[in-house]
């Protein structure tokens, strides 16, 4: 059995429980969060022998072999590096850091004591996104592709999420699952522009805006993101890619347009009129898929797929989406 120690039961916390249980493999053998009720609950939720306040006295199990890091950006640097010191794996969530030389120490950390660094970019085990991949890199859609995103709520739960420097907004906190993988489908980023605002009271970060991300290859991800809606008022979200021959089409088609094996899902590219292709998938759990991986990654000794570099890489373009917005220039990434 891996035994895994959850840090923090905020947002993001409990569902990684969830998904934890539903491996045969693993234990749950710790939890520690700041609030003792939430500690308290985490512990109950997960069925772990061992529950603290201090994160060092988790530090200090000999037979932990994971450390889960479910607590706020800012502080994933310091959990991390002294996670790694102990000699235990680390699954971190995203964003990786607040900063780039947090993120190079969280990678220099763990190189240095030998342990895997894993990274929570779980939308590149999401079967729907990664057959949006498959469809773009086909070449179906065309050379140049367009990807626009947008999301329009409420944000995030908690005040950090809104502090430039503790989460750094949507941009930064929400985004960079785009920005990663975008890195996927379209390579490297060449140039970045942002026209960003604050709408919602008593924060620090941009909540709103529009970045655009330019690629080296000609591809374009455009981000249109909002956090400032007032509370009750339901947003909205859609993702559209498309390109000079095709639009990819993210809600399944009338079954008198496309016929899918039973139990799949599809999506459908539209190439003219009553002309498209079908691209069936199996829907999953990203979140038990990831950790899946992960652990597998720890037993193997294989490295994890998604790790450090790709956090400082989606990291660096979203500090550059802060970057333009701050100068009214666009930032080259060559």
């Known amino acids: 059995m891996v035994k895994v120690a959850v840090i923090g039961y ?20 710790a939890v520690c969060d700041l609030d003792e009720a939430r500690a308290k609950a985490a512990q109950e939720h997960a069925g772990a022998k061992f529950c603290t306040t201090d994160f060092h006295e988790i530090l200090q199990l000999p037979d932990i072999d994971i450390i889960n890091v479910c607590i706020p950006t800012y502080l994933h640097a310091d959990l991390t590096c002294k996670a790694a010191q102990a000699g235990k794996h680390v699954f971190c969530e995203k964003p990786m850091a607040m900063r780039l030389e947090d993120a190079e120490a969280m990678i220099e950390a763990c190189e240095r004591y030998g342990v895997k660094l894993g990274l929570g970019f779980c939308r590149r085990f999401d079967n729907q996104w990664l057959k949006m991949a498959e469809i773009v890199q086909s070449g179906i859609l065309g050379d140049q592709i367009i990807w626009r995103a947008y999301a329009t709520g409420r944000g995030a739960p908690t005040p950090w999420f809104f502090d430039k420097e503790l989460g750094g907004g949507p941009f930064v906190d929400g985004a960079v699952h785009n920005y990663d993988f975008a890195a996927l489908m379209f390579g490297k980023v060449r140039r970045v522009s942002a026209n960003l605002k604050t709408l919602r009271s008593g924060t620090t970060a941009k909540d709103t805006g529009t970045a655009i991300l330019d690629y080296e290859n000609g591809h374009q991800l455009t981000v249109a993101w909002s956090w400032a809606l007032p509370e009750g ?3 909205a979200g859609s993702l559209e890619v498309f390109g000079s021959k095709g639009t990819l089409c993210f809600t399944n088609p009338a079954p008198e347009v496309i016929q899918v094996p039973e139990g799949t899902h599809a999506l459908y590219v539209s190439t003219g009129r009553n002309a498209g292709q079908a691209f069936p998938y199996v829907r999953n759990n990203m979140y038990v898929d990831e950790l899946r991986h992960f652990v597998d990654c720890v037993k193997s000794g294989d490295t994890p797929k998604v790790g450090g570099e790709n956090g400082v890489n989606a990291l660096r373009v979203a500090l550059a989406v802060l970057e333009a917005d701050a100068t009214g220039k666009p930032v080259e990434l060559a």
């Open 10 to 29: 905020g947002q993001i916390g409990p569902t990684h429980i969830d998904a934890y249980k539903q491996l045969d493999d693993v234990e749950i053998a």
């Open 233 to 235: 008022v339901r947003g």
